[in-house]
């Protein structure tokens, strides 16, 4: 995809016409509407609804103008940037994470970074749910991210990225010191009836609770499992005893003397509970600041 075409496609949302574009743009109607099919082809999904007096957006059109008009913004705003930083040996790094877990790990690792390596990278952060994550890494919103990688890996199976290890360990439910199954042990698949199952995202997303039902021993239609869009919220009903919620243990938490952590047992075994964090790029992401990046972490284990 190019600039201009991305501009057509933007103008053909809001005017809902080829024609009315062409006319705007002095140039063919048939060229606009071939821009169009070429975008539609490129991206492997359909944009618009052609009837025969309208052009109307479908859903995934809807998001794309989304993505397309941020991604207009960001290249002309960095086009700005770059006449002040041209003359700068500085690397620009777009960094995203899912969750504040995965976001302090980031940022220790970025101290660590900088405290030490010899390539400098200015780095730009930004949360987001996973699926909104390798979006904008296939679209080149974002150089790369860390993802919770945990009980399905549909979401890193994509031709054009690469996934990195770069933390790992079990996910661990969360509950109440009150709640009378926080004396046991660890947990079974038929605790999880007690109360409700939180986890955190701050954007609608089913992937961990997809993922976290598919590593159970049975599909366990009991299992209430709830997404809350902050961690304090998360925290609070957990202390209160109203819910339980999975955590990413390994990764720093946040702390609470009202909860306690408890491994699940599902089948007899806790393997199913493992996780990792990969770090995600696309493959032809060459830029000198993700491989110097790729590279720290690599080496140092982190």
Request: glycine share 0%; hydrophobic share 35%.
């Given at each position: 995809m190019d600039i201009e075409q991305l501009k057509n496609y933007l103008a053909v949302a809001q005017l809902g016409s080829f024609q009315k574009v062409a006319d705007q743009k002095f140039i063919s109607q048939r060229t606009i509407s071939k821009q169009m099919t070429n975008l539609e082809d490129e991206l492997g999904v359909q944009l618009f609804f052609r009837g025969p007096n309208k052009i109307t957006l479908t859903n995934a059109g809807s998001y794309f103008v989304q993505r397309a008009?941020?991604?207009?913004?960001?290249?002309?705003?960095?086009?700005?940037?770059?006449?002040?930083?041209?003359?700068?040996?500085f690397q620009h790094l777009r960094i995203g994470y899912f969750s504040p877990f995965e976001g302090r790990l980031l940022v220790n690792h970025i101290h660590a970074y900088q405290d030490t390596a010899n390539v400098p990278i200015r780095f730009h952060v930004s949360e987001a749910g996973i699926e909104h994550l390798i979006a904008d890494i296939t679209m080149g919103l974002l150089d790369c991210a860390y993802i919770l990688d945990y009980g399905t890996h549909e979401h890193l199976i994509h031709a054009e990225l690469s996934s990195t290890p770069i933390a790992s360990g079990e996910m661990v439910l969360g509950l109440s010191r009150r709640n009378p199954i926080a004396n046991k042990e660890f947990l079974t698949d038929q605790d999880l009836t007690e109360r409700p199952i939180l986890y955190y995202s701050n954007e609608s997303s089913t992937y961990l609770q997809t993922a976290f039902l598919a590593t159970l021993k049975s599909s366990n239609p009991e299992c209430q499992v709830q997404r809350v869009g902050t961690i304090e919220q998360m925290q609070a009903l957990v202390s209160l005893d109203q819910a339980m919620a999975f955590y990413p243990q390994g990764l720093p938490l946040f702390p609470s003397d009202e909860i306690i952590y408890r491994r699940l047992q599902s089948n007899g075994s806790f393997d199913s509970q493992r996780y990792t964090v990969q770090l995600v790029a696309r493959n032809d992401n060459n830029i000198n600041g993700l491989t110097a990046y790729k590279n720290f972490l690599t080496k140092h284990k982190y």
């Open positions: 008009t941020e991604l207009l913004n960001q290249l002309d705003d960095s086009i700005v940037k770059l006449h002040n930083i041209s003359q700068q040996n």
